[in-house]
């Protein structure tokens, strides 16, 4: 996972999730930023039979100060 450690309000930071399955079957990918309780979720198809990594791209702008940790999770059907 790649993203920025801290991030002035009112500014876009981008993250970065890699995941893989060796199945190529379907990742879903979703996110709780910290800050609020509604989720961000997509799924990526892998476009092969071959182990495949996924990458799922996230932004966020917090509204607000304080210190969050958004939390990301990676599901294998």
Partial sequence: MGGPTALKIGKTGTWTVQA?????GVL???VVWGD???LAYSE?????LAPVQ???TF?????R?????PTFTVTDD
Avoid: L
Wanted: a negative charge; glycine letters at 4%; zero cysteines.
């Fill in 54 to 56: 996924q990458t799922a």
């Fill in 36 to 38: 609020e309780s509604e």
């Fill in 28 to 30: 879903s990918y979703s």
């Fill in 20 to 24: 893989s399955d060796p199945e190529n």
């Fill in 44 to 48: 990526v198809v892998p476009p092969s």
């Fill in 65 to 69: 100060a304080g210190t969050f940790y």
């Fill in 59 to 63: 932004t966020h702008t917090y509204s």
